[in-house]
Structure formats: C-alpha cells, structure tokens
C-alpha cells in the first residue's frame, strides 16, 4: 500500500497512513518512541510550539517563586518601622500574588494545549491504523485477530494519548523544574549540592535496570488484554451458537482465565514499577536531606540568611516533587513503549495485494465484461502444501452465465476471490477485458463486479442505506427500483420505519431470507458489468427463491455472471455449467449433457434431485 505524507498545516488532519511510519521493520525501543510518533506529530508543530512555550513560562513562574519568598523574608521583615514593613510587606505579596496568577494562566493554557494535542494525536493514529487495517488482504486476518486489532486501536491508542496528552508535558515541566532547582541550588550552595548530584547518579543505573524490565512487562500486559478482546468479540459475534450449544458457562470461564492473565502480568509489572517508584523517591529523598541539613548548619554558623534557607527550602520540595513525577511518568513512558511497538506493527505491515506502481486504465464499460482464466495456480498461505487451484483455466464470453459446482473445497469460492483479487495467484494469469487483474487499481477492479455473497453481510444502518452500499450517491428511487427487483420491497415497507429501518447489528431484525434479499437489492443497484453469485440464494425459501431467482434471471441478461452453487437446481437454466474438483475443471457443459456423461455432477445431481 502506499502512503502519503500527512498534511503540514497545523489546523489539518492526516488522511491516511503517515509517511515513516509503514518503514517501521523493527519494535522501537523507548528511544525511538519519538521518532515513530512524529508524523502523526508534525502536522501540529505549531501547537507543539505553543504549548512548549506555556510550558516553560508556567516553570518560570515556579522557579521564581522562592526567589520571591526569600526576598520577602529577608526584605519585608528588617525595616523597625511598622508602616515601612507592611508596605514592603504588601509589595512583596503583590509580586508573590503576581506569580501565582502568572503559573495558573500558563499551566491552564499548556493544560488546554498538550490535551488537545494527545486528543488529536491519538484519533489521528486510530484513524490511520483502521484504515491501514482495512486495506490488508485476507491473507492477514488468517493470522491476526479482529479482537487483537480492536485492542491496539483502542487501549493502546488510549495509553499514547494519555502520553502525548499529559505525562509527557507533565514530565517535561518537572524536568524543566528539577533541572532549574539543581542548578539554583548549585548557585547558592555549590560545594554542597556537589556532594548531593554525586550521590543522585548512584540512583539512575538501577532506574535503568528496573525501567528496561517495566518495559517488557508492559508490552506483556497489553498483549495478555488483547487476548481478552480476542475472546470477546469471537464471542459475541457466534452469541447465537455459544448459546445453543449451551457454553455460556464454559466461553465465561475462558474469559476468565485470558482476564486473570492480565490481570497477573499487570500485577508483576505494577510490583516492579511501584519498586522503581520508590527507589527513585527514596534514594533522592535522602541525598536531599544531606543537602538540606548542611543548608541548616551554615544558617546557623551566619553563612547564609533565614530567606537563602527557605528558597532552598521550597528548591528542594520543588526538586523531590519533581523527581517523584519523573519517576511515574518514566513508567508511564514504557508503558506507552510498549504501546507504540504494537501500533508501529501493524501500521509496518504490508498487504501482498497492492495498487500497482503504474496501473493500467481499464477502458469505460460499455457491456458485459469479459473473463479469462489461463493456467492459474494457488494456494493459499495458511496451506502451502495444498493447491487450491491446480492448472485453471476457463474463459467467460461477455453476457455469458458460467455456473461452478462440485463438493466442497473444490476450489470455487477460491476462483470468485481470486478474481476480486483478494490474493494473488502464484502462477498462470487472471484477466478482465483483457487486461491482468494484477495490473488494474483495486477500486477499478472490483469497481467492475457486483458480489452477492453466501454469508450476506447487513451493516448496522437502515436498509436504505445498506442497499445503496456499493453506489452511496444512488437516489431514493433507483434503491426502491432494486429492492423491488429483489422482491425485498414488501417485508422493507413492513419495517416501522420501512427504508430508513434501522437493520441493527448484522441484520439481527431480518431473517436470513430478508437479509440475502438486501444483499441482493445491493448487488443489482450496483450494476456492474460482471456479476458474481455466491450461493446467492441459500437461505431463501422455496417461495422466495423462485422469485428472486426471477429477478436475477433479469439481471444476469445485461451482464457476465458467474455463479457458485450447491444446489443444482439453481443452475440448470446456465449457459455452462463447470464442475470442479481438488482445484481442476473435471467436465464442462449444459445441464442434460453432462447427466447424460455420467460423471461427478451426474453423482451430485442423482443425490440431490433424488432426496
């Protein structure tokens, strides 16, 4: 798949996947963090800028207030005079006043800004891995689940937003902060704070130690509650089976367990980063205290005033306060780590089935299309060992119905994904009106067919809006036109609302006959040149299938159809019926002819036309 770089204006968003970020081979380390965050960053730079600035004022602010509270106790307080002192003491309070008011503004525009930012950054990211999701080719849903997906764009996308949106701004004001303390405490006591930064460098090589380990931990942790929304939404998508089979009890102890995983590996990573948060506290805590009490010895021995001890007083508080922060949003940064690693793979991973780099231009439709199968060979990746399509070929003229059938696994639904071009043939060549199927830009592609699925698929949005789905701009006229053809506008104009229905999730409110119907009514809307029928009408009744059988009967005069089929009544009226077998064209022609052969579809059809 290609990228495209996300815009550079601030104010915009990126439409798709961000370019970097798909070069990304490897997991980041902590360190590369940023560098996989940045083209999702970039395009905010601006206001990166702005909240950085926020950010150093609202420290500013903090750093200068003990410089304020020493001069108010060794200024405001010396004069004899009580209407010289309260009139100093009143200016002192003012400037004190002043720099409050000064930190709350800056903190609640940095506060405003850096949310924002993780708000957008985040949505950004959702946005960019969901749609990088949904170009993958089957190929990449055999190996990877839809729970894990929808757990890294959720929870993992939610742990950098917090990042991006708080922990990070948050860690850089207190290192702004205890970086400022250091060195204003090594101004007015250098010998001291010396000793005090000596002992502080014993803490970071266990920090170190610790943090590499929380890492690992994290990354654990968010792959054990992926796991958990793999088993969920398996679930509750076969809600009807689970319970029919009465495995409630047994699909909620499983849960269970997935969840008490989490939950354990959570618990080892929480147990080591609480240790590594009080290590860090304790250890700097301490050196602190050596500092301040050689601070409260020169006070007493006249080397420095009451004032100099108290704005050392506050550096000191503002410094543990802030080592403390570093400490939590140092584990928060692994985590997001570990977070930003499972974002960056999936992002990194590449469909086989691609736009090529210079397309063809397939010419503007003016008939049925053409289909020409010349020596295909397949198997699919999960099955290397097994050809699915062994030698294949087979040419459909335009306007012609060309009808497959033969047990299952012969090979057929394989043959209608090979033409959509959800994978690529290791061999031979697939061609549509002439041109190789692996030479056209996907939409071009599959802008040419019409599919009527075996398992039809009803998104959760009024039946109106489920049958214009292949031609969204349709009108409201050509939608009723198709239902119509699809004898779906009865039971349609039965629903509460009739076309503007809500279906509900996968169609529950439908039977299954209804929903094959709309997905019929969709098919026909759509009015491609090629149309592909796969067990299109399985789950109708007698009744309805007659009907519907009639309206396709319609259809497919205007169009090149293939059809996958069972049942051999459905294909009797085909201009040619092809029967396969373990991935090979066995026999070839008309309905009589091929009973009249006495080969496999004169077996299938003695089966099935004798129960």
């Given amino acids: 798949m290609s990228a495209t770089s996300p815009p ?3 104010g915009s968003r990126p439409a798709s996947l961000p370019a970097g970020a798909s070069a990304v081979r490897n997991p980041p380390p902590l360190r590369a963090m940023g560098p996989a965050l940045w083209p999702f960053l970039r395009p905010y730079r601006g206001r990166i800028a702005a909240a950085m600035v926020f950010l150093m004022l609202a420290a500013a602010a903090t750093l200068i207030f003990p410089i304020a509270l020493r001069q108010l106790i060794d200024q405001g307080l010396v004069s004899t005079d009580p209407g010289e002192r309260l009139m100093a003491l009143r200016e002192h309070f003012f400037w004190l006043f002043a720099t409050g008011a000064a930190l709350g503004v800056f903190s609640a525009l940095r506060f405003y800004a850096v949310t924002w930012l993780g708000e957008r950054v985040s949505a950004d990211l959702r ?16 190996t990877t689940q839809t729970g894990e997906v929808i757990s890294r764009i959720t929870t993992d996308t939610t742990v950098i937003q917090s990042i991006v949106g708080s922990s990070l701004s948050m860690g850089l004001r207190n290192l702004i902060l205890g970086l400022g303390a250091v060195a204003l405490l090594i101004a007015t006591n250098p010998w001291v704070m010396t000793q005090v930064m000596g002992i502080l460098v014993l803490v970071v090589a266990p920090a170190l130690f610790f943090g590499r380990r929380v890492r690992r931990l994290s990354r654990a942790s968010q792959d054990r509650v992926a796991d958990t929304s793999a088993i969920a939404a398996e679930m509750l998508n076969a809600i009807h089976v689970v319970q029919s089979h009465a495995q409630e009890s047994r699909e909620a102890a499983r849960f269970d367990v997935a969840s ?3 939950f354990d590996t959570a618990r080892k990573r929480t147990r080591v980063r609480s240790f590594l948060v009080a290590f ?4 700097t805590f301490g050196a602190l205290l050596w500092g301040l009490y050689q601070g409260t010895q020169a006070v007493m021995a006249g080397r420095i005033s009451a004032g100099h001890l108290g704005q050392t007083v506050v550096y000191v508080v503002l410094l543990v306060s802030s080592v403390a922060v570093l400490a939590e949003v140092w584990g928060d940064l692994l985590r997001a780590a570990g977070a930003t690693e499972r974002l960056m793979e999936l992002l990194a991973a590449q469909s086989p089935v691609a736009d090529p780099a210079a397309p063809l231009a397939l010419p503007v439709s003016t008939g049925p299309a053409r289909v020409s199968f010349q020596q295909v060979r397949f198997h699919y990746p999960s099955r290397p060992d097994r050809a699915a399509l062994d030698d294949f070929s087979l040419d459909l003229q335009p306007g012609e119905t060309v009808a497959l059938v033969g047990p299952s696994g012969a090979g057929k639904s394989t ?16 061609l549509v009106d002439g041109a190789p199927v692996d030479r056209l830009r996907l939409a071009d592609l599959r802008g040419r067919m019409a599919l009527v699925p075996q398992q039809s698929v009803i998104f959760s949005a009024s039946a109106l809006d489920n049958i214009r789905y292949g031609r969204p701009d349709a ?5 009723l036109a198709a239902a119509r053809a699809a004898h779906a506008d009865e039971f349609i104009r039965q629903l509460p609302d009739g076309y503007d229905s809500f279906l509900g999730e996968r169609g529950v409110r439908l039977s299954g006959g209804q929903r094959q119907r709309i997905a019929i009514a969709r098919a026909m809307l759509q009015d491609a040149p090629l149309l592909l029928l796969d067990e299109a009408t399985s789950a109708l009744d007698a009744e309805s299938e007659r009907l519907v059988q009639q309206a396709l009967d319609e259809a497919m005069r205007d169009r090149t159809t293939l059809v996958i089929a069972h049942r051999l009544a459905t294909v009797q009226r085909a201009d040619r019926i092809v029967v396969m077998d373990h991935g090979r064209i066995v026999e070839q022609g008309r309905h ?3 009973v009249a052969r006495g080969g496999l579809y004169a077996r299938l059809a003695a089966l099935q036309f004798s129960a």
């Fill in 415 to 430: 043959v209608l994904q090979l033409l959509q071009r959800f994978y690529d043939a290791q061999g031979g060549a697939i």
């Fill in 475 to 479: 009108s409201r006229d050509e939608v």
């Fill in 592 to 594: 009589a002819e091929l």
């Fill in 8 to 10: 550079s204006s601030a």
């Fill in 127 to 142: 946005t960019a891995v969901y749609s990088h999701v949904l170009r993958q080719s089957p190929e990449f849903f055999e």
């Fill in 260 to 262: 008490e995983a989490a």
């Fill in 280 to 283: 860090i506290i304790t250890a």
